[in-house]
């Protein structure tokens, strides 16, 4: 009778241990790059041209420069599906190429081929915080806006520092928070996000910016009581049960022990 409360008590044990060890504490972000999307230059033949990154579709093209699905397949030729594979060159639209204009008198030498004139100007950086439900950091076109977070832009020789507060709603109505006449340069963005909600990317993002740039970088979250699976290290699970069955046999085997012990006492 010793030995098998003994052995019960140990097997309590055990399985209380591995509940408590299933339970996982705070999820961390991962510390993946988002999504970011600079305005393309148009070259000298004053093509605007985009180049698929991994993981592209036409949808999300379309979400990060506002040209229509439709376009994309008429201006590049594309099946109904509009099937692009990365490191592909899309057409985006087009531009007049820009023919420097000559001051002052005409020259008497036969000129040379045209010099095209650097842009001198600011640029512009756009972020969105989005409920990111599917925690797949990348934002779909069924979620929504986050209003409540905090985005702060600031340049690496501290002459830029701005910060503006994000708005929830629906991508359809509501933009990207933007900062304006942001000079060229290296910027840090950081992001704070509200509370009851958990980090799904980085909230910090490096980048630099150049005249005439409009750059977008994409922020995710999703409510802090509804965690993916995706989100739970390898090994862990989640599992009340496990751990209710733990302490039941814990309390089992205590009560064991103490009867066997009481027992053992009496005369």
């Not at 209380?16 to 000298?44: C, E, F, I, K, M």
């Not at 590049?76 to 509009?82: K, T, Y």
């Not at 190429?97 to 512009?124: A, H, I, Y």
């Amino acid at each position: 009778m010793k030995k098998i409360s003994l052995y019960f008590l140990i097997l309590s044990l055990l399985t209380l241990a591995a509940a408590l060890a299933s339970v996982p504490g705070a999820v961390q972000a991962r510390d993946v790059a988002q999504a970011a999307y600079q305005t393309p230059t148009p070259n000298l033949d004053g093509q605007i041209l985009y180049t698929v990154q991994e993981g592209d579709t036409c949808t999300r093209i379309f979400l990060l420069t506002g040209v229509t699905i439709d376009a994309i397949i008429t201006l590049n030729n594309l099946d109904a599906d509009c099937a692009v594979f990365p490191g592909q060159q899309l057409l985006l639209g087009e531009v007049d190429p820009v023919t420097p204009t000559p001051e002052g008198p005409l020259p008497t030498q036969t000129p040379g081929p045209p010099t095209p004139t650097p842009f001198e100007g600011s640029s512009q950086i756009c972020t969105a915080l989005f409920e990111d439900l599917d925690g797949n950091q990348r934002r779909s076109a069924t979620e929504m806006y986050l209003g409540g977070g905090v985005i702060s832009v600031s340049n690496r020789i501290g002459t830029f520092s701005e910060t503006q507060e994000t708005v929830g709603g629906d991508p359809d109505l509501v933009g990207p928070v933007c900062f304006e006449d942001v000079p060229e340069g290296e910027y840090n963005l950081s992001m704070g996000i509200p509370d009851g909600y958990n980090p799904t990317t980085s909230m910090n993002y490096s980048l630099s910016v150049s005249a005439g740039d409009t750059v977008v970088v994409d922020f995710g979250a999703q409510p802090s009581t509804s965690l993916s699976e995706a989100e739970v290290a390898p090994g862990e699970s989640r599992s009340p049960l496990l751990l209710a069955i733990g302490l039941f046999l814990l309390a089992g085997g205590a009560g064991l022990a103490f009867f066997f012990i009481r027992s053992r006492m009496t005369p």
